[in-house]
């Protein structure tokens, strides 16, 4: 028996193979997929030059310092001897090494890492759900996460409710490297043979280095075997996707036993990471992390609660393993996140699952639960009425966007910053020898006593002082730079005034937001 369609080619037979005619559509599926995940890159790109985030301070800037000094991290000297479970993240470090030595240590190498990070995690999010349910829906998804609040308010020199896009942390990018890791055994799940191999491979590869990113992920490992068997792979290979991952981790214990000293370097300072939490915590505040962290800050939040209730109710009412899968995944997080958020014991918190970011991996879940829940009732009690349910959809979308547009103030950027690094380097602070400065607003300085490339526009001294410990502002006879706190932060010294002690403006940025004042003259 042969198997395919014959044709008729200048007078011979040729026999056609069955997959022939897959083979055009498969590789103009091929560049669909990669035209889309280029297009949602873009957009995320320009969701970041829209908001333009300073280079902010903390963890950010001590990855930043790290990655400046690698391999050889000072362990015994500021700040690294406070936060070594920034610094030992090789996912994070190493790429912002490689931008500052391509583009030099300043604002654009900053910007691209975090641009980066960001375009892993929205790209992320649109493999998981196209693979799971359409390109509609992925593109939708991805563009649903990058218009978010969650997304867009991230700058707490004027309005903050999380750090998350424009900000150089792990749990954009790590997050993201997972998705691309869960669209992989989606893939695989279709293939046979040598192609599933090679789908499982790259699979393992990107769940892996999801951990060398942001560690607690490896609570979505543990039931790596769960997800393979909702997508029907064989048990066996199990071992497949388990190779590459460990392949991974020795390059891990090689690379922190080189510049550590220990091989176990970023697991065990993850591990000491934690206690007292300056927040209030009680057992069921903790028990309650997911909604709080969706439904605190900002009433938008609540989006992704709805969606898990429409993810549980499809698969209560379809049984269908695509969403079944999804709530594995959450699952897999929100249960280890919830207990070492407080409910195992309140006086010792490894993590904060209170804060929207620490929730980032599970959001491709919850938009592929909920967009593949309403199609999939849709077909099962609306057939006949798909088209009223799209322009219902347009319109909910439509009202989702403006709402997550207004929620945006008229942000000023950086602003304020550009403006005083375009002052400074105008020679008006030649005379400058120091700037005062409290340690968050030092940090940032940093990067723009400098051009966006790294060079410097002004060579004197920032002398920095704790903003919650210090109770006057250290003696110098040069200015200070100083904000009022739009964020969640702190007031400088809980609410000093540089005007009220008898300082004197001789700078301010044309939004109000930064001012440099001379210290009272001295009698």
């Not at 493999?127 to 308010?153: E, K, N, Q, W, Y």
């Not at 209030?280 to 505040?285: D, I, M, N, P």
């Not at 100083?482 to 540089?498: A, D, H, K, M, N």
Request: proline fraction near 7%.
């Amino acid at each position: 028996m042969v198997h395919g369609a014959e044709t008729v080619r200048n007078g011979p037979r040729v026999l056609r193979r069955p997959d022939a005619p897959a083979r055009p559509r498969a590789a103009a599926r091929r560049r669909r997929v990669a035209l889309l995940s280029a297009l949602v890159g873009a957009c995320a790109v320009l969701a970041q030059w829209i908001t333009m985030v300073p280079p902010l301070y903390f963890d950010p800037y001590y990855v930043w310092l790290a990655a400046r000094d690698w391999p050889h991290i000072p362990l015994d000297a500021w700040p690294f001897v406070e936060v070594p479970h920034q610094v030992t993240r090789i996912g994070l470090v190493l790429p912002a090494r490689l931008a500052q030595e391509v583009l030099g240590d300043g604002q654009i190498a900053y910007f691209t890492v975090a641009a980066a990070g960001g375009c892993l995690f929205f790209v992320g999010c649109y493999l998981v759900v196209r693979s799971l349910f359409g390109d509609v829906a992925g593109v939708l998804a991805a563009l649903l996460l990058i218009v978010h609040p969650f997304f867009t308010l991230t700058n707490p020199f004027e309005k903050e409710i999380t750090w998350s896009a424009g900000v150089m942390l792990p749990d954009m990018p790590g997050a993201g490297l997972f998705a691309f890791g869960m669209a992989a055994l989606v893939v695989a799940s279709r293939r046979e043979g040598r192609a599933q191999t090679r789908w499982l491979v790259t699979a393992g590869l990107l769940l892996a280095s999801a951990f060398l990113v942001r560690e607690f992920l490896a609570f979505l490992f543990l039931v790596i075997p769960a997800y393979l068997a909702i997508l029907g792979v064989p048990w066996r290979r199990n071992v497949t996707v388990g190779l590459p991952m460990l392949g991974v981790l020795a390059v891990s214990l090689v690379h922190n036993t080189i510049v550590w000293g220990t091989p176990l370097a970023g697991i065990v300072s993850a591990a000491e990471h934690g206690g007292k939490s300056r927040d209030y915590v009680t057992r069921g505040l903790a028990a309650r992390s997911f909604l709080r962290a969706m439904g605190d800050w900002h009433p938008l939040g609540w989006v992704f609660v709805g969606l898990l209730a429409l993810t549980v109710v499809g698969w209560l009412v379809t049984r269908d393993r695509r969403l079944a899968l999804c709530l594995v995944w959450f699952a897999a997080l929100a249960v280890p996140l919830t207990l070492f958020s407080g409910v195992l014991d309140p006086n010792d918190i490894s993590l904060r699952g209170w804060l929207p970011r620490y929730w980032f991996a599970v959001f491709p879940a919850l938009l592929a639960g909920g967009f593949g829940a309403v199609i999939l009732l849709a077909r099962r009690w609306m057939p006949a009425a798909t088209a009223v349910l799209a322009a219902a959809t347009l319109v909910a979308g439509a009202a989702y966007t403006v709402a997550s547009v207004r929620s945006v103030p008229g942000l000023a950027r950086d602003s304020a910053w550009s403006e005083l690094r375009g002052w400074l380097a105008a020679g008006n602070g030649d005379d400058i020898r120091e700037i005062v400065a409290d340690r968050r607003l030092a940090q940032t300085l940093t990067f723009y006593v400098r051009t966006p490339w790294g060079e410097p526009v002004w060579n004197g001294r920032i002398n920095d002082f704790a903003h919650d410990t210090t109770t006057t502002v250290p003696k110098s006879d040069g200015p200070m730079l100083y904000t009022r706190w739009r964020g969640q932060e702190s007031q400088v010294l809980f609410g000093w005034s540089p005007e009220a002690a008898g300082w004197r403006l001789r700078w301010e940025s044309s939004d109000g937001v930064l001012g440099l004042w001379d210290p009272p003259a001295r009698g």
